[in-house]
């Protein structure tokens, strides 16, 4: 075998499988906020009764 | 004499690969798998039953069809075995584990929360569920359940009770947390069906997210069809918890029940993607056959400069090369952004955090104060969910930090050698 065949002989470590998933205890908050600004009927709106006193001497 | 160390196994050909010459795997006693090209497999082999080196360089040569000598067989031992810990007495090279699990992009702070004959307990108690009979059944019922849930129910009652009701919450967090545990037990669950044997359930830090984990690394040395049923057995569970929660929902009419199938569908949607280490990705890895998808970043970057194409990583199968390089081509921009955003926001995210942990601090006091527990527990919880990602970005910036010194070390220690 040449050197070149013996030096192109490779090992490699794999790495562990962690098969991972995140941890989104957000998730409630984030989603009832979002559920609740999306569902039908719901709004956002302000009341404000204006008014002035005027005096007249 | 003995030339390996104690407890390697040799396990055989890996099966489907993605790469045009054959690979194989022995694993450590520590369960860690390496992969390894013919000649020195088949060394490794040898040197695990012969006494002496020249009756190993024969029967190397016998396996490989070539001529291989004592003197090649050494230097195999020494430069491309020791290095790995193989060769007994040889030091289990850190410089290759460091190359092969990316410190930025692996999972740190680990601990075990299932043990691992728990975990293959429950994994064999849950096998009937990967009958085929039964997964139809479980997936049509889900089509079925989304559809009836996105087509006739109404969320926003669901949303009211919690709000009206703050200790409902903490229950869908309890529950959202149960959700993502059976996802993991659904991966132990796909390998020990398939035949392989699950290892731990744990938790820990990835990036800067707090994260659940199953280990099966044990799926390396079984077929791509195996391989895949493990990494999709999560989501599959996540299927069967939402019909569970729907079937306890008929039975109490209890609403936010309807929630949690919501929150196992963006966990499905997340668990899909083809980044970082989510499920997604190693269905990615798994269908090409090609183990560690971030090994393969630099030297398909480096191959598409100019006058570089020799850099591009060899003995891929071309249609897998095409995969890999779209895949390294999509990560490189997300991985920027998700850092960039990560770094970019922390000041902002920081004073935001201490601001808000004193406010909700206060608050949880004047509950504690008037007896109000349940609202105490809920500000706790806030206040939890409110320091993590923090924590996860000291912690972030603590390992980039290390990892910058220690190639500042390095290259001073050259530079010294040098002169």
């Given at each position: 075998?040449?050197?070149?065949?013996?030096?192109?002989?490779?090992?490699?470590?794999?790495?562990?499988?962690?098969?991972?998933?995140?941890?989104?205890?957000?998730?409630?908050?984030?989603?009832?906020?979002?559920?609740?600004?999306?569902?039908?009927?719901?709004?956002?709106?302000?009341?404000?009764?204006?008014?002035?006193?005027i005096y007249q001497n | 004499m003995k030339y390996l160390n104690e407890g390697i196994e040799i396990i055989g050909k890996s099966p489907d690969s993605g790469y045009t010459i054959p690979l194989y795997l022995i694993r450590t006693s520590e369960g860690k798998f390496i992969q390894l090209t013919t000649l020195l497999f088949y060394t490794v082999v040898a040197l695990q039953k012969e006494k002496k080196l020249k009756a190993v360089a024969q029967e190397v040569s016998l396996n490989v069809g070539k001529i291989v000598d004592t003197q090649i067989i050494k230097y195999l031992m020494r430069t491309k075995l020791a290095p790995l810990?193989?060769?007994?007495?040889?030091?289990?090279?850190?410089?290759?584990?460091?190359?092969?699990?990316?410190?930025?992009?692996?999972?740190?702070?680990?601990?075990?929360?299932?043990?691992?004959?728990?975990?293959?307990f429950l994994a064999k108690l849950f096998t009937p569920l990967f009958y085929p009979f039964v997964i139809g059944v479980v997936l049509t019922s889900f089509v079925e359940v989304n559809i009836w849930l996105f087509m006739t129910q109404d969320l926003g009652n669901a949303v009211q009770q919690i709000i009206y009701q703050p200790s409902l919450f903490l229950l869908l967090v309890a529950l959202v947390l149960l959700g993502t545990l059976f996802h993991e037990i659904g991966h132990a669950t796909g390998c020990e069906y398939s035949g392989g044997k699950p290892s731990r359930i744990g938790a820990g830090l990835y990036i800067v997210w707090p994260a659940f984990f199953t280990d099966i690394t044990d799926v390396y040395r079984l077929n791509r069809a195996a391989r895949l049923r493990s990494d999709v057995g999560g989501i599959y569970f996540n299927a069967i918890f939402s019909l569970l929660a729907t079937g306890i929902y008929f039975l109490t009419h209890f609403e936010p029940l309807l929630l949690l199938i919501v929150f196992q569908n963006i966990?499905?949607?997340q668990q899909l993607l083809p980044f970082l280490r989510l499920d997604g990705y190693y269905i990615v890895s798994d269908i090409v056959g090609?183990?560690?998808?971030?090994?393969?970043?630099?030297?398909?970057?480096?191959?598409?400069?100019?006058?570089?194409?020799?850099?591009?990583?060899?003995?891929?199968?071309?249609?897998?090369?095409?995969?890999?390089?779209?895949?390294?081509?999509?990560?490189i921009p997300t991985l920027i952004y998700l850092f960039w955003v990560l770094f970019t926001d922390a000041p902002h995210l920081m004073t935001t955090t201490w601001s808000s942990v004193l406010l909700q601090m206060k608050a949880m006091q004047e509950n504690l104060n008037s007896s109000n527990y349940v609202i105490a527990s809920i500000r706790g919880l806030q206040l939890l969910i409110i320091i993590l990602p923090v924590l996860g970005i000291f912690a972030m910036s603590f390992r980039f930090g290390k990892k910058g010194l220690e190639i500042l070390s390095r290259v001073s220690g050259n530079l010294l050698v040098r002169r």
């Open positions: 075998m040449s050197h070149k065949d013996v030096n192109q002989e490779n090992a490699e470590l794999l790495p562990q499988r962690e098969e991972l998933s995140l941890l989104n205890v957000a998730a409630p908050v984030n989603a009832a906020v979002a559920v609740n600004a999306l569902s039908s009927g719901g709004g956002a709106f302000a009341i404000a009764k204006q008014c002035n006193w | 810990g193989i060769i007994r007495d040889s030091n289990p090279a850190s410089q290759q584990e460091q190359k092969s699990t990316n410190i930025i992009l692996s999972l740190t702070y680990h601990f075990t929360l299932i043990p691992e004959h728990v975990a293959q966990e499905i949607l090609v183990p560690n998808l971030f090994a393969h970043i630099k030297p398909i970057l480096f191959s598409l400069l100019p006058g570089q194409a020799q850099a591009a990583p060899k003995n891929l199968k071309r249609w897998v090369r095409w995969v890999v390089t779209t895949w390294v081509l999509l990560t």
